[in-house]
Nanobody, 110 residues
């Protein structure tokens, strides 16, 4: 399984970005797809996940600002990030069950 993430970039505080991650190479749907992030000098932390059933979960620090969604037909998970803050800066990594994609850099300028 390969996971390809895209959508990172530079945005001002208060702005929005949408990340996408598409899985390929497997005939079976991944049970969970989601996102972790790693800020400079920090450990990787969990952000959000979406189950193949449609259920979703976001960590408290991003609730109300980030929305995760998933298109099972496209094997794609999205992370809509609104009201971005400087502390959201980091490399965002998508995952699908035990597989990882490459990171995409999100930089929020204050």
């Amino acid at each position: 399984v390969q996971l390809q993430a895209s959508g990172g970039g530079l945005v001002q505080a208060g702005g929005s970005l949408r990340l996408s991650c598409t899985a390929s190479g497997s005939a079976f749907s991944l049970n969970y797809m989601g996102w972790y992030r790693q800020a400079p000098g920090s450990q990787r932390e969990f952000v959000a996940r979406a189950a193949v059933t449609g259920s979703t979960y976001c960590v408290e620090s991003v609730k109300g600002r980030f929305t995760i969604s998933r298109d099972n037909d496209k094997n794609t998970v999205y992370l809509q990030m609104n009201s971005l803050k400087a502390e959201d800066t980091g490399v965002y990594y998508c995952y699908g069950d035990r597989y990882w994609g490459q990171g995409t850099l999100v930089t929020v300028s204050s």
